[in-house]
């Protein structure tokens, strides 16, 4: 079946889970998670490349005008984008690609490359939401609201999204295992098997013309 | 997740081994398997409402006239059809539904319930759909040719529908793994999840105008 790499936009509420259900994806699975461009200075241990591309202000610039990234946003002074050639060059490679970008971000990318798949992994209930943050116990009650507040702004494009996962409490493992599957399930998809649909007509074709 | 029961139609060349995928299925995995009505006679061993409704023409005709079928053929001088409420019951009820039909009746499917999912299961290439109808050993050369030239017909729908699973040699159970995923995956799907969607709106508006 298809050669051609899946492009998958994983989302999700600040707060809900969904750094451990990627951090447990790649762990098990072959994906390659997309490496986003930055112009804040590297931390202690980051590698260029690894972490992110690190750039300057100039050269982060350049890429918006010259419409190398899929998306990208200013940050607390800082820009932050996806690289549209890295990305590119692992789909043709044949790898299945995720990009970890919030809700804005992802939407600007079904823009650009309409068989990217979305999905949105969410808390079973607000209320689960809200108890997470609080169980964190690393912030103030204020940031906790603030953070409601962006869950209540984002929910609005849940529907925009192709996919919902819920991420319930002590069930890591099925939220990973759902993931995995409707990417994998991709490759099957009828749209992107055009090569096979083309081939098998053509192989038909020659039955019905000629002789068996 | 959602409640509602997904309705599946597969559907593939004759000859091609579909019928040993959906046994294989059936029997490993809880689905609903859609029964079709006929005008024709039951044959020995054969009962009303497990292997087919037997009606009569008079009663065939009066479910055409007033839409109680999703779709229907004469075939050999024989109606057959898959009646609406039947399925609609499943559904509704929660179950997930297989109907295994041909291709004209797929697409008419598909038309009546947009969120039908369409599986189209096929041999890897035209020439093992030749070998295994020559293996089978129990048709004559002008027979195969014949079904050869319906697969050539029927390949021409193949890109409408929504999933392609290839039917490898010695390959059944994965396959029928692949059509289970798929029909699952179905469940996550954000159209499938409105009411989800609305529920999770509406606690997370709560917390914005309210307090936490």
Redesign the interface.
């Known amino acids: 079946?298809n050669k051609q790499g899946v492009l998958t936009v994983v989302s999700g509420f600040s707060g809900a889970g969904k750094g451990c259900v990627m951090k447990a994806l790649l762990k098990k699975y072959n994906y390659e998670l997309s490496i986003s461009a930055t112009t804040r200075a590297p931390r202690t241990g980051e590698e260029h490349g690894r972490e992110y591309f690190f750039l300057t202000r100039e050269e982060f610039q350049g890429m918006i005008n010259n419409s190398e990234l899929i998306e990208w946003a200013e940050y607390v002074g800082n820009y932050y984008g996806t690289p549209k050639k890295y990305v590119e060059n692992q789909l043709n490679a044949g790898k299945d690609v995720i990009l970890e970008i919030e809700i804005q971000g992802a939407l600007k990318v079904k823009n650009q490359f309409p068989d990217a798949l979305l999905i949105?992994i969410?808390p079973p209930?607000?209320?689960e939401?809200?108890s997470r943050l609080i169980r964190r116990g690393t912030e103030s009650?204020d940031k906790?609201?603030q953070r409601?507040?962006r869950?209540?702004?984002e929910?609005?494009h849940?529907?925009?999204?192709?996919?919902?996962?819920?991420n319930e409490t002590d069930k890591l493992e099925e939220c990973v295992e759902?993931v995995h599957?409707?990417i994998?399930?991709e490759h099957?998809?009828?749209?992107n098997?055009?090569n096979?649909?083309i081939?098998?007509?053509d192989?038909?074709?020659?039955?019905?013309e000629g002789d068996?």
Chains 1, 2 share one sequence.
């Open positions: 079946m949105f969410t209930t607000g209320e939401l809200k009650i906790i609201k409601l507040q869950a209540a702004d929910v609005i849940m529907e925009e999204y192709d996919y919902i996962v819920l759902t599957n409707i994998q399930n099957y998809k009828a749209s098997n055009y096979f649909i081939k098998m007509k192989e038909l074709k020659a039955f019905k068996i």
